[in-house]
Nanobody
């Protein structure tokens, strides 16, 4: 079992920045990738970024150049640095960890971009 806990969400003005964190605990040795997803009101959950262990990081077109994802393997934590935020980035952001046979999800953290 893997437990995930997100933090760092909040209210920010357009053009502002936030950094989300996702702390992983439990049987983390089996994780081969981690992702950030987001879900806006009335919309389907969408993939924001995927980080493969020791490998590539892939971003959705909508966040390229503005968002940067990283992992601190010593702290078992994944981060999402979000810059130049736009109102359309408003959503609940979810952390996800992938094993060979299942996914784990955090509880989500709300990000609201509004003036």
């Amino acid at each position: 079992q893997v437990q995930l806990m997100e933090s760092g969400g909040g209210l920010v003005q357009p053009g502002g920045s936030l950094r989300l964190s996702c702390a992983a605990s439990g049987s983390i040795f089996s994780i081969y990738a981690m992702t950030w997803h987001r879900q806006a009101p009335g919309k389907q959950r969408e993939l924001v970024v995927t980080i493969i262990n020791g490998g590539s990081t892939n971003y959705a077109d909508s966040v390229k150049g503005r968002f940067t994802a990283s992992r601190d393997y010593a702290k078992n934590t994944m981060y999402l640095q979000m810059n130049n935020l736009k109102p359309e980035d408003t959503a609940v952001y979810y952390c996800n960890a992938r094993e060979a046979t299942r996914d784990y999800w955090g509880q989500g953290t709300q990000v609201t971009v509004s003036s």
